[in-house]
């Protein structure tokens, strides 16, 4: 491709297409020293997954995107007539959850050996793995 008008997007919006040498590849990151490409792991998230921000500080390198979840959530502790059940009647009725984010589909995380139990520990959140959320396959080093 040379540099070239295009039309994106669902107004057809044209925009210049150009491309370029890219300064960093994933394949220079390992071959700087700064990581042991022998001892790097990638887990591949086949569904969406519910992680603490934290898991990053386990990863030496990421490629992820985040998608927004919310779901309904009810307080009924002390209701007895469940069909009645309404805003205004002094019971609580049904309200959206904050706002969580989630690692998408097909992000991959690159993590040290050492570093693997932690991730997956992170990764394992019972009640989202109910639902169909937060499952992921492992890459052992040296395989592609």
Known sequence: L???????????SAFRLSKEPADF???????TGS???????????TSHCYVDAAI???????????????????????TEEFHNVEKGTGRKALIRSEKF????????LFVKTAELP???????HKA???????YYQINPKNQK
């Open 25 to 31: 590849m994933v394949e220079k990151f390992f071959e």
């Open 56 to 78: 990053y500080e386990h990863c030496d390198f990421a490629i992820t995107s985040t998608k927004d979840f919310r779901c309904l959530t009810s307080d009924f502790d002390n």
């Open 118 to 124: 932690k991730v997956e520990s992170m990764l394992e």
């Open 101 to 108: 984010n989630l690692l998408k589909r097909g992000s991959v």
């Open 2 to 12: 040379t540099d070239r008008v295009v039309f994106i997007g669902g107004e057809r």
């Open 128 to 134: 989202f793995h109910q639902i169909g959320y937060n």
């Open 35 to 45: 990581v042991d490409a022998n001892d790097i792991n990638r887990v591949y998230l």
